[in-house]
């Protein structure tokens, strides 16, 4: 159940803090008293797009912050929490916040963690149903028909089953389309794999190889270059009467005349000796480096040849070797399934035909029990609407087979007829709007025990009603309050008079400015704001609005 709603400068209220009770709380107020806030407000927290002009005058941001409590909760939010990197519920408090800006700046936060209005909005569709003035106009759309009908008969484990039939056909028709080509495409698209892997092949790349043809091909390019430095070392290291092994030879013979005189010259002659060896090291390894250049205009030509090939394998299949040899394999594996087309089709053929008869066993088995529901349905709803005016009024569910769809093989459209002796039409022929809502509470009445949803609000679906209906609907908000966390909007006290709590938004002006309060009503207020709502505060009024308390 929704526990708390702060909002922060959202239009007219500054800084509002609803604490919600379970069961059915009514919320009243005049006219353009900002009822529509705490809804708009709410809709908001629920991952509803936001209008950067809803933010309170002279303030540069506005949030809303809404409290639930998720302990009856059915819905997997604990995995979907842990599936978004999002914190987890602390004694089964769910936190959701939302914030934006005049600059545009948009933030959304469930338990402290930051998150996209996607993941926001799903949950939201797990706690709130959320019911307008016109939101009954849903009912004439058959595809939702179809939805209550399953949602009544708890048919949605065989629904998802059917869906992903469907979803398994669509993909192997996809493959069946990617092989039936005509026959000039298909020899081109032949041709076409058939270079590719054959020149990939042909290469005989390896991973690794590029980085050490290049150090290759560099040297080999300047080899005549590096040769003649490495020459030019090699003779003013040892192969000159004045290279540095002969001077050192030099410094040696002097060193160990020094060492003669005076025996603490020892370390003079180590130091000499090891600066001798380095020197010798240094000899043999330019040696060597010398005699591996090679001045090989035909190896160059060789190494210039293969990074051109693979330079040019680049730019046609992938920025480097890796991406090159896998393009490689996947022209291999498109290229079999190509040449083996007509295996391949017999192949997703026969798959498809097993799968159709899948579909139409699965298909029939859940019209079946659709049929089985139907008759269950439209006495519950009958029932209902009964109580809501409608004295011998009879609803009822045609079904037909339809074109196959991801919900079944199933058409189906609900019928109502509201006055004795007139047939059943569909609801879509249906004018009245205050007809329309009354079978939309009639199914949500019937659907409470059903749904998963633990909130269902309801923002003046009452309008267009009034005299015995009106307490009625009022009954049957508090019912459904009884199953679920009812939120109503209403102008008439008749549906607020039954409700569990009773709110009341009002105006008022401080500091040259309106702003919206709402305030939690007693006894004694609720008899006053009835009262209100029946016309005035006259005696009769009040004895009316007691009365109705009673």
């Not at 509002?16 to 927290?45: F, M, W, Y």
């Not at 390019?221 to 540095?244: I, W």
């Not at 000899?283 to 190896?299: F, G, H, N, T």
């Amino acid at each position: 159940m929704l526990t708390t709603l702060r909002i922060k400068n959202l239009a007219l209220v500054t800084d509002l803090t609803l604490e919600l009770q379970p069961g059915c709380n009514v919320i009243t107020g005049e006219t353009g008293a900002g009822k529509s806030i705490i809804i708009g407000a709410l809709n908001l927290v629920l991952g509803e797009r936001a209008d950067r002009s809803l933010v309170r005058s002279g303030e540069e941001s506005c949030s809303v912050e809404a409290v639930f409590d998720v302990a009856g909760l059915r819905a997997p939010l604990k995995q979907f929490l842990d599936g978004n990197g999002i914190e987890p519920c602390e004694e089964n408090r769910l936190v959701l916040k939302r914030t934006f800006s005049t600059s545009g700046a948009n933030r959304q936060f469930i338990n402290g963690s930051p998150t996209t209005l996607a993941v926001l909005a799903q949950i939201g569709e797990w706690l709130v149903d959320m019911h307008g003035p016109h939101d009954h106009q849903s009912l004439l759309n058959p595809a939702k028909q179809l939805l209550i009908l399953d949602a009544f008969g708890g048919l949605e484990p065989e629904r998802e089953a059917f869906a992903a039939l469907v979803k398994r056909r669509t993909a192997l028709e996809g493959e069946k389309a990617a092989l039936i080509v005509d026959e000039k495409t298909y020899a081109q698209q032949l041709d076409l794999l058939r270079f590719q892997a054959n020149e990939i092949s042909a290469a005989r790349l390896q991973s690794d190889e590029e980085r050490a043809l290049e150090e290759e091909f560099n040297r080999a390019s300047n080899g005549a270059r590096l040769l003649q430095s490495s020459q030019a070392a090699l003779d003013a290291l040892s192969e000159n009467d004045n290279s540095l092994l002969t001077q050192a030879a030099a410094i040696g013979r002097a060193l160990l005349e020094l060492q003669r005189v005076d025996a603490g010259a020892a370390n003079l002659v180590d130091l000499h000796s090891q600066a001798v060896g380095v020197l010798h090291d240094l000899q043999a390894e330019l040696s060597r480096y010398a005699e591996k250049i090679s001045v090989d205009p035909a190896r160059l030509a060789e190494l210039e040849e293969r990074l051109d090939l693979i330079h040019s394998l680049k730019r046609k299949y992938g920025g480097t070797i890796a991406e090159i040899i896998v393009f490689g394999e996947e022209a291999k594996q498109k290229l079999q399934s190509l040449e083996g087309r007509d295996a391949e089709l017999a192949r997703i053929n026969g798959a498809l035909e097993k799968l159709d008869a899948e579909m139409a066993k699965t298909g029939q088995a859940l019209g079946a029990k659709r049929k089985k529901i139907i008759p269950q349905l439209a006495k519950a709803a009958s029932k209902q609407l009964q109580d809501l005016g409608f004295r011998q009024s009879k609803f009822d569910v045609a079904i037909a087979a339809a074109e196959m769809s991801s919900s079944g093989l199933d058409a189906i459209e609900f019928q109502f007829a509201p006055n004795p002796g007139e047939p059943a039409r569909p609801l879509r022929a249906i004018a009245s709007s205050g007809e329309m809502a009354r079978v939309m509470l009639a199914l949500k009445t019937v659907l409470a025990a059903e749904d998963e949803i633990p909130v269902l609000v309801f923002d003046e679906v009452d309008a267009n009603v009034g005299g015995e209906t009106a307490n009625a609907v009022g009954e049957k908000m508090n019912q459904i309050g009884e199953r679920r966390q009812v939120l109503c909007i209403t102008h008439l006290p008749q549906v607020a008079a039954p409700a569990d709590a009773h709110y009341v938004v009002t105006k008022q002006i401080r500091n040259g400015r309106t702003i919206s309060e709402i305030q939690l009503l007693g006894k004694k207020e609720r008899v006053t704001e009835l009262a209100r709502m029946l016309g005035g505060q006259s005696d009769a009024a009040r004895k009316h609005a007691e009365a109705m308390l009673r």
